[in-house]
């Protein structure tokens, strides 16, 4: 197993900096996820520690040793990219076992890791097909077990789930965890999917704009939003973001903790513009006087009606506050424990939906 070390680490195409001055340490057998939008520049950081980039600025160290100078296949990494990169015309295991043929790997090791690798992600019985012959599964797993294979303490993934369906991915998220709990290696995984990065991070490195907004695990990263953007980001539906005391502050609230009152009751009063009934639980949008629409999320059905006026509450400990000049959190107690601002309630109305 192998700690990766990043070091003020920058790149630059041309004018546009994409990696900007990023530090983060992944410590050996933890399995770290990239998160992120579109063009925050979690691919390229990966593309940077597998060797595919040279770096504008900075150092990435594997075991405390600069990379800088080595070649992509010196740094005993192993990657599994979207496209899955397999060969159509060979076969499964020769897809599997190519890079240990390349490498010179002696015929009798390559068979043993086959069969090794093959009974892990469940390929035994198809290592004669073509990769045309294969779900999209299938050829995820071949991507995957040919990763093994190399033997590689570091395994770097760039969305390997994308291509597949709903629950393929489901499926893939688990085996793929299980296997690197089982293995033990040092995993990056870089994916603009908070679901994949919740259920299966040690650490979430969420990115924006080339930068880190958040580092940390994904309890820490729900529960403690460093910042509106993690807020937002984080969390389906994401959370609820109001007007505090004064224009310099923002409240934050998640949606499972607010409660649907009498109007006069509220924190907050409004009219019911959706409900969305989703079996364990009811998602409520409200919308309210300024234009703000909050979720409320209830278990089980929900009485509430579209058009109708609700209030809406929640306890303070689950209140958060972020500054709006700088987008950042504000854990200062006083802030915290404030009372919330009530505006006059909405006049009682049924709307038919």
């Known amino acids: 197993m192998s700690e990766i070390r990043v070091e003020h680490l920058s790149k630059a195409f041309d004018a546009k900096t994409v990696v900007d001055d990023i530090s983060f340490a992944v410590e050996a057998g933890e399995f770290c996820v ?132 709903a629950q393929l991915r489901g499926e893939m998220r688990l085996e793929i965890r299980a296997l690197q709990q089982r293995l033990g290696m040092t995993m990056i995984y870089v994916t603009h999917d908070q679901t994949e990065a919740m259920t299966m991070a040690d650490r979430v490195i969420l990115m924006n704009g080339g930068r880190i907004e958040q580092n940390g695990s994904p309890v820490e990263l729900y529960e403690r939003p460093a910042s509106l953007f993690v807020a937002r980001f984080i969390g389906a539906p994401a959370m609820n973001i109001l007007a505090a005391e004064g224009d310099a502050h923002r409240l934050g609230v998640r949606a499972e903790h607010v409660r649907l009152t009498a109007p006069s009751e509220g924190h907050r009063t409004g009219r019911v513009a959706s409900v969305e009934y989703l079996g364990a639980d009811t998602v409520v949008m409200v919308a309210l006087a300024d234009g703000t629409t909050v979720a409320a999320r209830l278990p089980g059905r929900a009485s509430a009606r579209p058009g109708e006026t609700v209030g809406l509450a929640w306890d303070a400990a689950d209140e958060h506050r972020f500054d709006v000049a700088t987008g950042r959190r504000i854990d200062a107690p006083a802030l915290l424990s404030s009372p919330p601002v009530r505006p006059a309630p909405l006049a009682r109305e049924t709307v038919t939906p």
């Open 34 to 165: 990239l998160l992120g939008p579109s063009g925050c520049g979690k691919s390229t950081m990966l593309r940077l520690i597998a060797g595919l980039e040279d770096p504008s600025a900075g150092r990435i160290l594997i075991e405390g040793t600069d990379v800088a100078p080595l070649a992509p296949k010196d740094r005993r990494i192993a990657m599994v990219f979207q496209s899955y990169a397999l060969f159509p015309h060979l076969d499964v295991a020769e897809n599997i076992i190519f890079g240990l043929r390349v490498r010179g790997v002696p015929k009798a090791v390559r068979r043993q890791r086959l069969a090794q690798v093959a009974g892990l992600v469940g390929l035994g019985d198809y290592l004669d097909r073509k990769p045309a012959q294969l779900s999209g599964g299938q050829r995820q797993r071949v991507a995957l077990a040919r990763a093994i294979a190399a033997e590689q303490p570091i395994c770097l993934m760039d969305e390997p789930l994308s291509n597949l369906d």
